[in-house]
């Protein structure tokens, strides 16, 4: 498998031999939506949260006798039918958990599948590397233009939501301030690649292939993990 390797310009620059095992893998439809749906699961945040009647403050004290008042018998300020008091049935988020298990090679297989069908269908570009000298987004916006007049990835530029993940092997502050401004681009680095950012935009670039590929292929995560026990 080969495929064309373009410069920050558009202009196309040569080919390369591109991983079997990471863009020539069959669609898994059943193995993506399970880990799409844990991954999804798993950045929850749970927010919604009340106190119930055990948890509110005060309420200690019975607020009047309980005769001769001419008022309701209460003994406690904590009810949930008083202002300050507890809420009944409420939501309870804090005691919802959502985390889903998802071993390491689901995960890489499902990446593989999403990228693999991105590439059959044409929206997977390779390109030489992005360099910046200072934060511009004048100069992020001409790379997206001259990318998009590649043909069929003209929707770089047309694309209003989730058009393009720009995936570097090595990222840059000044590659990273220069894309921020984009609310349809998500700049991040090859090694944080997965199935569920992937599959979510619609174009993916990938720099230095080279360097990319044995980030995708796990090489450099096991090698860091070795040194790290060694």
Known sequence: MKAPVYTQK?????EIDLPESVFGVAWNGDLVHQVVISQLANRRQPLAFVKDRSEVRGGGKKPWKQKG???ARHGSSRSPIWRTGGVTHGPRSNEVNAERQ???KMKRKALYAVLSRKYRDGEVL????LAFSEPKTAEAKQTLEAL??????????????????VAVAHSTPEAKRSFHN????HFDEVRNLNATDVARYKYVIITEPHTAFKALAGEVEEAATEAAHA
């Open 148 to 165: 998009g007049g590649i043909k069929g990835y003209e929707g770089l530029t047309q694309k209003r939501r989730n058009a393009v993940y």
């Open 126 to 129: 390779f390109v030489e590397s």
């Open 69 to 71: 008042t001419g008022r």
């Open 182 to 185: 984009f609310g349809n681009v």
């Open 10 to 14: 558009g202009t196309k620059k040569g």
């Open 102 to 104: 998802i071993n390491r």
